[in-house]
């Protein structure tokens, strides 16, 4: 339907969000601006809110995507899963990693 009506090559609703068909409203313009800067600048732990279905999910691997090779990222989908027995989550694995062994991190010291 969508693709004879609006001349599109391609399904733009799938199951997964897929930044190459974000619309960008000023909100998403100043969303990702900010989290770019927070991540280039290395301001810690930046984060983004909103209701369920504001698209921030597409938002995320639209900066992921941006962000490419340079930046290490993780993208936790449950971020209420205790993640400190994981034997594949060890923050001392990553090189350069801004993470003590005790998987405190010095940026964030209260």
């Known amino acids: ?26 909100g998403y313009r100043e969303t990702i601006a900010s989290l770019t800067y927070g991540i280039r600048e290395r301001k810690g732990f930046v984060t983004m809110i909103g209701e369920a279905g504001t698209g921030k999910t597409t938002l995320l691997r639209k900066l992921l995507d941006d962000l490419g090779s340079e930046v290490l990222s993780v993208f936790l989908f449950n971020p209420t899963r205790d993640l400190r027995g994981d034997p594949r989550v060890h923050p001392e694995r990553v090189s350069g990693s801004p993470f003590h062994r005790d998987g405190s991190s010095p940026c964030c010291s209260g």
Do not use: A, I
């Open 1 to 26: 339907m969508y693709l004879e009506f609006y001349g599109l090559t391609e399904k733009p609703f799938n199951q997964t969000p897929d930044p190459r068909f974000l619309y960008w409203n000023d």
